[in-house]
């Protein structure tokens, strides 16, 4: 047992009313169960039960067994203090405050049908499950349940994908155009090159990029000189030759060091994702669109943010993959591929958060959007759609992407709509 299935019977009321009583015997009414709190401290806040015909207001406290309060220290934090019930399955030891005042306890075993605890075990048990726990019943859910969970879910990946533009917005001192710059760089450099090419933000601070991020013959240079990838001695091509040059100015002019910066990385990528090529690209949306963070942020759909990224590697890159390898001429222009995923793994959360800084909601503009890209081929979606749960679009995927990394991987199933309504259904 854990002490979710706990939080669980007391949120959504499973403890009989009728002859309940404390460990010491003494009657004890549930009035109020108060608000569920997923942060530090107690577990719900201003609940109100009555014992006997006293009414207490406050805090409860929930553990598989009493002793647990001890075993984390609740009796030397004042903010404990304020704890009215101590709800456990089993007591095994009477506890106090830090005033030394005792805490009434109420134990849950002998309250408790088999029905629930079984239905809970078999939600739990791994034996004949291949992918999530609820699996053979997921299915079964009201699709109101479902689509509202999914939702929220979405809304909760785009929260976890503001991380990243928070810690650059504090370490810029809330420059935007600064942080936008660095997470679609990191976007272009995808899952093999994205630390890498995040990484240049240490060695670049905003002052060089808002000199340099116009000319986009000089923007390329020091994306490759930063990233390694002007080392070699050998080539002796004209194109190479010159981004060589121009860094060796650039990097004397502010001063550059690449300590930090990681280099970048060939290794088991397609021709078109190699990082002369994505930072080519790179260098030349920011050519083709001078104020490119007030062009984003008043794009509200799918095809006037694609329209942006229609832009081309250098001509160089028409006739070759590597420096000094010749290859057949073609034109590497960004996919639709690509851009979808910039769009939502770098625009909509980049999109989210700014708006939300400035107080405007523009979720329904966001929902909008996402709903236009086709939803995501992976493992995690195929094994969905092999057990009932069928996306049609990427904010479908982006939530169910978040349902099992967050949730059905971390055996989080009593803080997962689904799960819950299952255990509430059956009990």
Known sequence: MREDLLHFIWKHKKIPQNNLK????????IVKIGQHNYNSGPDFFNS???????????????????SDWYAHKHEVHANYNTVILHVVWEDDVSVYRNDNTKIPT???KNYIGQDLLLQYKSLFSTSDKKFINCEKDIKIIDDF???????????ERL???TEVIKDLLLKSNNNWEYVLFVI????FGLKINGSS??????????SVIAKLKNNSFQLESVLYGQLGLLEAEDCLDTYYLNLRKEYAFVKGKFKLSEEGVEKANFFRLRPSNFPTIRLSQFANLYKENQNLFSILIQKTSLEDLQSIFNVYASEYWDTHYNFGKESKSRKKRITKKFIDLMVINTIIPFKF???????????????????KIDIEDNTIIQNFKKNGINGVSAKDSQALIQLYNKYCTKNNCLQCAIGVNLLKGNT
């Not at 679609?184 to 976007?187: P, Q, T």
């Not at 090419?197 to 905003?206: G, I, P």
């Open 22 to 29: 404390l460990t010491t015997q003494e009657p004890i009414t």
């Open 48 to 66: 109100q039960v009555r014992i006997g015909e006293q009414l207490w207001v406050g805090n409860v406290e929930i553990h598989l067994i009493s």
């Open 106 to 108: 109420l134990e849950l």
């Open 145 to 155: 349940v479902t689509q509202n969970w999914l939702e929220r879910l979405f809304f």
């Open 159 to 161: 929260e976890d994908k």
């Open 184 to 187: 679609l760089l990191k976007s």
């Open 197 to 206: 090419f995040l990484s240049l933000h240490k060695s670049l601070n905003s």
């Open 353 to 371: 958060y700014y708006a939300k800084s400035i107080g405007k909601d523009i979720n329904e503009e966001l929902i909008n959007i996402i709903s």
